[in-house]
């Protein structure tokens, strides 16, 4: 069974940085393409960014140039580094495979605010 734990959310202000986690468990990390997906309160979830198996990498216009997306398959995990963050970034943030599967982690939240 695979397990999506997410990590690295907090409360930042405007301008500051943050760096998530993703370790997933159940030996198919390497094999798929990954996604972080972000949920504000009263709106569906969205996809940020994602990236291959052979790393090609694409991020949601509201985030180019200020998130980078990355992975390590020896670890089984994935990172979104944060940049230049805006209030309307404030979500929870979750990973998981993309398509997405129907596990999903908890998510860890992100908050944005002066």
């Known amino acids: 069974q695979v397990q999506f734990v997410e990590s690295g959310g907090g409360v930042v202000q405007p301008g500051g940085s943050l760096r998530l986690s993703c370790a997933v468990s159940?030996?198919?990390?390497?094999?798929?393409?990954m996604g972080w997906y972000r949920q504000a309160p009263g709106k569906q979830r969205d996809l940020v960014a994602h990236?291959?198996?052979?790393?090609?990498?694409n991020y949601a216009d509201s985030v180019k140039g200020r998130f980078t997306i990355s992975r390590d398959n020896a670890k089984n995990t994935m990172y979104l580094q944060m940049n230049s963050l805006k209030p309307e970034d404030t979500a929870v943030y979750y990973c998981?495979?993309?398509?997405?599967?129907?596990?999903w982690g908890q998510g860890t939240q992100v908050t944005v605010s002066s």
């Open positions: 159940g030996n198919i990390f390497r094999f798929f393409t």
């Open positions: 998981n495979t993309r398509p997405s599967s129907t596990t």
């Open positions: 990236i291959t198996t052979g790393s090609t990498i």
